[in-house]
């Protein structure tokens, strides 16, 4: 890798050319960039017509690509030096030392010069895209041909000339770029074109992306951050302006360009910014690979955990601000804002219809209309370093987390334990939904089937970093559950069995924490249960060739070393109690739950079911755990039999079942009691068979236990006192009707 040029020489021969212009205004390169760019077009269209001839092929070929290597690629300085001028004379206009408007634009009020600058730029920029454009592989070039050493073995143009434009000492055109980009009062058009040429420069070229890598940190540094806010209050040393500003523009940070662009209102931009960020972690990640299958295979990388073998990637993942600062550019503010507008008023609206059977998804109001190109890169930026095994890192980085990856100690205080436990950010509550997203398309069966050319899939949470990664991820995710659930308390004292209370200092905290909190933990069991779907035993199934044969032993793993399923079963079990104290003396059709209370008891009889599957030791613990019957059914069950009589009381109190009733019950009970609410939860009823069917699956011990299940009480219900009709239980079983 070359040796980078200093930004102070860059700024020093921007400043030269600046010079020369009248009032301070930059005087213009002496290309013509339309001619250029015209005969760029021509001779790709020429290219092109010669891959339709066969007459043309051959020779003509290769003299086109030479024509391009000799006409065109000498010409990418120029357009380093052009975008640098402009970015100079951008920051010359902050200062109030140049003649360029507020936003950086052409205005009526610049003069013609300067209004050259920033169409010259643009022209430039558009002439380095189409230079890119004009990529294709052919056999060999020599290396006199171009005259440089680092294009020797080159065998497609495209790298070539992203290798000359960031590579080359005399071009380094990716800082320019960036500091472009990093202008707030930058040309819309200048800017987005910039962020554009970025991200293709370092598209598939491990080299260009190690050099972009290291020079763009991933935000700015203590002094430089205490610097802006010393300028921004007034409070800096005016003498010392310049050399801040100096070494402000030196450095050059992801952050400062997504900021920019976000203050713009330019999406575009932001799109064009994250395209960047993830084709160079991709690029970085593919030599990484290729470097490997090249060395040795016994190397040590094995042991090697993500931060080791993706270093930039782990930067990133690791980096607060730059985490934050994506996550809240996921969606446009003005759509959020209409979004919360609309939810709000539709609420005010149905306050009083609770009770309908609302089958959503639990999206939380989410409108997907929305999302656009800035949406999709971001998401595909957290999907990239999600499957690198970097899920830890980025939920750290969005604030609030209960534990740190090397928490094995127990040096904190018990009130910061339970601050941690129960705190979850809202950056943290998008992270965790665009993860699920990902894992629920990814992890789809129609999205896993592979061909014999093309590579095995990865599992979505960690499969770039190994078997190790993956598991470390399956385990985090476990013990974030447990954390978060131990800050929340189901109850159905509001009337919705979902809706949640802190514990201790609930009250002193805002409605929004316990609606972060609550959407976490079911975003997690959601990521789990559809994490934990497919098989991996089947030999016929491309997945067994890939780490998602990882999954059996993950489920095991997840029953033997955390409390996942144990805690599940408990939840699940309150949730059933509420849900039939909520709809006693109702027939079965005018059951309902609200959306929260589907979407959290599908989530729990997924994660069961899927836990389950072909797993033993979990398949026993469904059935050895047990689960307490909460006070409000226990009491309704003790009120039911004293209402057959007394003498009836007194032969349940007697009988070898006594009173066992209010506690005797264990997992399996609780998922075949989800069966009867299938009125009131679509595919609930569909969700708890293909559970059972797990649990049962080859145990003859749960076999045996749902074989000897039988009626233990008769239940009286209101409109069955009302025609005079009651309902007895003999010590058989047999129901009998009394007039």
Same mark, same amino acid.
């Given at each position: 890798?070359?040796?980078?040029?200093?930004?102070?020489?860059?700024?020093?021969?921007?400043?030269?050319?600046?010079?020369?212009?009248?009032?301070?205004?930059?005087?213009?390169?002496?290309?013509?960039?339309?001619?250029?760019?015209?005969?760029?077009?021509?001779?790709?269209?020429?290219?092109?017509?010669?891959?339709?001839?066969?007459?043309?092929?051959?020779?003509?070929?290769?003299?086109?690509?030479?024509?391009?290597?000799?006409?065109?690629?000498?010409?990418?300085?120029?357009?380093?030096?052009?975008?640098?001028?402009?970015?100079?004379?951008?920051?010359?206009?902050?200062?109030?030392?140049?003649?360029?408007?507020?936003?950086?634009?052409?205005?009526?009020?610049?003069?013609?010069?300067?209004?050259?600058?920033?169409?010259?730029?643009?022209?430039?920029?558009?002439?380095?895209?189409?230079?890119?454009?004009?990529?294709?592989?052919?056999?060999?070039?020599?290396?006199? %041909?171009?005259?440089?050493?680092?294009?020797?073995?080159?065998?497609?143009?495209?790298?070539?000339?992203?290798?000359?434009?960031?590579?080359?000492?005399?071009?380094?055109?990716?800082?320019?770029?960036?500091?472009?980009?990093?202008?707030?009062?930058?040309?819309?058009?200048?800017?987005?074109?910039?962020?554009?040429?970025?991200?293709?420069?370092?598209?598939?070229?491990?080299?260009?992306?190690?050099?972009?890598?290291?020079?763009?940190?991933?935000?700015?540094? %203590?002094?430089?951050?205490?610097?802006?806010?010393?300028?921004?209050?007034?409070?800096?040393?005016?003498?010392?302006?310049?050399?801040?500003?100096?070494?402000?523009?030196?450095?050059?940070?992801?952050?400062?360009?997504?900021?920019?662009?976000?203050?713009?209102?330019?999406? %575009?931009?932001?799109?064009?910014?994250?395209?960047?960020?993830?084709?160079?972690?991709?690029?970085?990640?593919?030599?990484?690979?290729?470097?490997?299958?090249?060395?040795?295979?016994?190397?040590?990388?094995?042991?090697?955990?993500?931060?080791?073998?993706?270093?930039?990637?782990?930067?990133?993942?690791?980096?607060?601000?730059?985490?934050?600062?994506?996550?809240?550019?996921?969606?446009?503010?003005?759509?959020?804002?209409?979004?919360?507008?609309?939810?709000?008023?539709?609420?005010?609206?149905?306050?009083?219809?609770?009770?309908?059977?609302?089958?959503?998804?639990?999206?939380?109001?989410?409108?997907?209309?929305?999302?656009?190109?800035?949406?999709?890169?971001?998401?595909?930026?957290?999907?990239?370093?999600?499957?690198? $095994?970097?899920?830890?890192?980025?939920?750290?980085?969005?604030?609030?987390?209960?534990?740190?990856?090397?928490?094995?100690?127990?040096?904190?205080?018990?009130?910061?334990?339970?601050?941690?436990?129960?705190?979850?950010?809202?950056?943290?509550?998008?992270?965790?939904?665009?993860?699920?997203?990902?894992? %629920?398309?990814?992890?789809?069966?129609?999205?896993?089937?592979?061909?014999?050319?093309?590579?095995?899939?990865?599992?979505?949470?960690?499969?770039?970093?190994?078997?190790?990664?993956?598991?470390?991820?399956?385990?985090?995710?476990?013990?974030?559950?447990?954390?978060?659930?131990?800050?929340?308390?189901?109850?159905?004292?509001? $009337?919705?069995?979902?809706?949640?209370?802190?514990?201790?200092?609930?009250?002193?905290?805002?409605?929004?924490?316990?609606?972060?909190?609550?959407?976490?933990?079911?975003?997690?069991?959601?990521?789990?249960?559809?994490?934990?779907?497919?098989?991996?035993?089947?030999?016929?199934?491309?997945?067994?060739?890939?780490?998602?044969?990882?999954?059996?032993?993950?489920?095991?793993?997840?029953?033997?070393?955390?409390?996942?399923?144990?805690?599940?079963?408990?939840?699940?079990?309150?949730?059933?109690?509420?849900?039939?104290?909520?709809?006693?003396?109702?027939?079965?059709?005018?059951?309902?739950?609200?959306?929260?209370?589907?979407?959290?008891?599908?989530?729990?009889?997924?994660?069961?079911?899927?836990?389950?599957?072909?797993?033993?030791?979990?398949?026993?613990?469904?059935?050895?755990?047990?689960?307490?019957?909460?006070?409000?059914?226990?009491?309704?069950?003790?009120?039911?039999?004293?209402?057959?009589?007394?003498?009836?009381?007194?032969?349940?109190?007697?009988?070898?079942?006594?009173?066992?009733?209010?506690?005797?019950?264990?997992?399996?009970?609780?998922?075949?009691?989800?069966?009867?609410?299938?009125?009131?939860?679509?595919?609930?009823?569909?969700?708890?068979?293909?559970?059972?069917?797990?649990?049962?699956?080859?145990?003859?011990?749960?076999?045996?236990?749902?074989?000897?299940?039988?009626?233990?009480?008769?239940?009286?219900?209101?409109?069955?006192?009302?025609?005079?009709?009651?309902?007895?239980?003999?010590?058989?079983?047999?129901?009998?009707?009394?007039?």
């Amino acid at each position: 890798m070359s040796s980078l040029r200093p930004p102070e020489k860059q700024s020093r021969v921007a400043k030269n050319e600046l010079s020369g212009g009248e009032n301070g205004s930059p005087s213009l390169p002496p290309t013509d960039w339309m001619d250029l760019l015209a005969s760029l077009r021509e001779a790709t269209s020429s290219m092109n017509d010669s891959t339709q001839c066969p007459e043309l092929i051959g020779l003509d070929t290769r003299e086109s690509d030479r024509f391009f290597m000799v006409e065109f690629l000498k010409h990418l300085t120029e357009v380093s030096q052009t975008v640098t001028l402009y970015a100079l004379a951008l920051r010359c206009a902050r200062d109030g030392q140049g003649n360029l408007n507020k936003n950086g634009e052409v205005g009526d009020e610049l003069s013609q010069r300067d209004k050259n600058v920033i169409l010259n730029t643009r022209r430039a920029l558009r002439f380095a895209l189409s230079c890119l454009s004009f990529g294709r592989t052919y056999d060999e070039i020599k290396s006199n %041909e171009s005259g440089n050493d680092h294009h020797k073995g080159q065998t497609n143009v495209t790298a070539i000339i992203q290798e000359e434009a960031i590579i080359a000492d005399h071009c380094l055109m990716h800082r320019p770029l960036c500091q472009l980009i990093s202008e707030q009062n930058a040309d819309r058009k200048c800017r987005l074109l910039a962020a554009r040429l970025l991200s293709n420069l370092v598209t598939s070229n491990a080299k260009t992306a190690a050099v972009l890598a290291a020079d763009v940190d991933c935000s700015p540094s %203590e002094s430089i951050v205490t610097k802006r806010m010393l300028n921004a209050m007034e409070l800096s040393n005016t003498n010392s302006n310049k050399n801040d500003n100096a070494e402000e523009c030196s450095e050059l940070t992801w952050i400062d360009m997504i900021s920019a662009a976000a203050k713009a209102g330019d999406r %575009e931009t932001i799109a064009a910014i994250s395209a960047a960020l993830h084709n160079c972690i991709a690029s970085l990640e593919a030599g990484y690979r290729d470097e490997k299958k090249e060395g040795s295979e016994d190397d040590g990388t094995k042991e090697k955990g993500p931060s080791l073998c993706f270093p930039f990637a782990s930067s990133v993942a690791s980096d607060s601000a730059l985490v934050c600062n994506m996550l809240r550019h996921m969606l446009p503010a003005d759509s959020i804002r209409s979004s919360i507008e609309s939810s709000n008023a539709k609420q005010r609206m149905t306050a009083d219809e609770n009770n309908s059977n609302d089958t959503s998804n639990g999206d939380g109001g989410e409108s997907h209309g929305c999302a656009d190109a800035a949406t999709e890169w971001i998401s595909l930026v957290i999907e990239r370093l999600c499957g690198m $095994g970097l899920l830890p890192e980025m939920y750290r980085s969005a604030g609030g987390s209960s534990r740190t990856i090397d928490d094995n100690t127990e040096q904190d205080s018990a009130a910061d334990d339970e601050i941690r436990m129960i705190m979850v950010t809202p950056e943290q509550v998008v992270l965790l939904n665009c993860v699920w997203r990902s894992v %629920e398309e990814q992890m789809h069966p129609s999205n896993m089937k592979t061909t014999e050319s093309s590579s095995s899939p990865r599992h979505p949470l960690g499969g770039g970093g190994g078997d190790d990664a993956v598991m470390a991820n399956f385990r985090f995710l476990a013990g974030e559950v447990e954390s978060i659930r131990s800050g929340l308390h189901f109850t159905g004292d509001t $009337g919705c069995s979902s809706q949640t209370k802190m514990t201790k200092d609930f009250n002193e905290r805002y409605d929004g924490e316990t609606v972060c909190a609550q959407d976490a933990y079911m975003t997690m069991l959601e990521i789990l249960a559809t994490s934990l779907s497919q098989d991996g035993h089947d030999s016929k199934n491309p997945l067994s060739a890939s780490n998602i044969c990882i999954v059996p032993k993950i489920r095991e793993c997840l029953g033997r070393e955390t409390p996942l399923l144990t805690s599940a079963l408990l939840d699940l079990g309150q949730l059933v109690d509420d849900l039939s104290t909520k709809n006693r003396g109702k027939k079965a059709r005018e059951l309902s739950m609200a959306s929260e209370e589907q979407r959290l008891v599908i989530g729990l009889v997924r994660l069961m079911g899927n836990l389950c599957f072909r797993c033993r030791y979990n398949q026993d613990l469904i059935r050895i755990t047990e689960v307490p019957v909460s006070k409000d059914v226990a009491d309704s069950m003790t009120i039911n039999k004293n209402s057959n009589g007394n003498e009836k009381a007194e032969a349940d109190a007697s009988s070898p079942r006594g009173n066992n009733i209010k506690t005797a019950r264990n997992g399996l009970h609780i998922i075949l009691s989800c069966t009867s609410f299938s009125y009131g939860c679509f595919t609930l009823r569909e969700w708890a068979l293909v559970a059972i069917r797990n649990i049962l699956e080859d145990n003859d011990e749960n076999r045996d236990v749902v074989a000897q299940l039988e009626a233990q009480n008769a239940v009286n219900t209101p409109e069955l006192q009302k025609m005079g009709v009651k309902v007895d239980l003999d010590k058989r079983g047999k129901v009998h009707v009394v007039h």
